[in-house]
């Protein structure tokens, strides 16, 4: 039945895209070859040159910020969030060298410094090698609870745990969680830091190339939907001035962090509109088509696909 189904609308949305051709959104988030990426969020450089080959070659590619309502064929659109150093420094040459446009939805708390993403802290106390305690004890009012933690495999249920908490919780409670892991499993191994944030340099870079553009994406990466009107305010009308003001171009995209529809709500749409942005972009799959809601555009997760994979998947896209 299902397989039946999936056919009926399958054929439904082709019909529909000859009336009205549709854009498909790629989202991606970084171009590197980490060691582990426990998020999957990496997509190697080889691939990301053929991805982008591949699209060039196939597709229309239109800009995320551009009027696509008068559009006389289906487009596709690329987009990158968080603003990891790897978008300006792996990414961008390559986006160069292909030419296509490419929008970089960029999260300003930990620009031009050396801190990570939450989940990139989480994932360096949690996931690595040594001698941890048997448990920790996480000290919270309402999400307080014990882990077993002295093997690598419970410590990855713990880290699978935690990060899905951790969406849902404000950032000073995140950032509470944060120290007591720290203090508790003791000194991590520095390493290198293969997580930063780009630089405002960087930033600036981006902001000059005539591939790139740049958009928010809030300061602290947080579910807006976990977080008051005041501070989802704060998040939204800060990170567009931060980076106005680093970027030196008025900013008038934007992506609510992690995007799910659970991730953000009525007030987070009201308050984009009200920060002047054009368009702002979701992360569940769809097409956009006239009607679609500007304010909640959907887009299509890319992960480290080699080019047969990602024809297949791109193929997929233009039906669901
Ligand atoms: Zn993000």
Redesign the pocket.
Known sequence: MRGAYRKVRAVKNRLLNLVDPPVIILLY?RVADLPADPEMLAVSPENFRLHLTFLKQQFKVVRFEEDWTQLKKSAVAITF??GYADNAVEALPIIEEVGVPVTF?V?TGNIGTDREFWWNRLEKILLQKGRFPASFRLDDSRFGRTWDSATLEQRHSMYNTLVALMQRVTPDRRESWLNQLEQWAGPVESGENFHRSMSHDEIKKLAASPWASIGA?TVT?SALSALTEEQQRKEIFTSKQELENMAELEITTF?Y???RKQDYNNISVRLSQEAGFVKVAS?FPGQVHRWTDPYQLPRHLVRNWDLSKFREEIESFWTR
Do not use: A, R, V
């Open positions: 988030h969030d968080d939805f999260s994406h990466h992506s962090p992690f995007g992360n």
